[in-house]
């Protein structure tokens, strides 16, 4: 994940409570509180919060386990038969 870095959504700006949205990435709506992993270009001083470089292991951590589990969880073809 070379140039990227992890970030937290806030709200602070918008009058936000977590679970709120507050933006959009990857096509998809981020509430507060919820962390991503962004390049420079992608952050926005608006609505993101740069994590501790503790903080920011354990999100790399969490997305290698989803990707794994989502990698696991894909349904296999079934054959037809006949």
Known sequence: MAGKFAVVAIGN???KEPG???GYFDHRRIKVGEKLMVTE??????WMER???????QVV???ADLEADAK??????????L
């Open 13 to 15: 700006h918008f009058g």
């Open 20 to 22: 709120e949205n507050v």
């Open 41 to 46: 270009q992608q952050f926005s001083e608006r």
């Open 51 to 57: 994590l501790t470089e503790k903080e920011e292991k």
């Open 61 to 63: 951590e969490q997305q």
């Open 72 to 81: 696991r969880s894909k349904p296999k073809k079934s054959a037809s038969v």
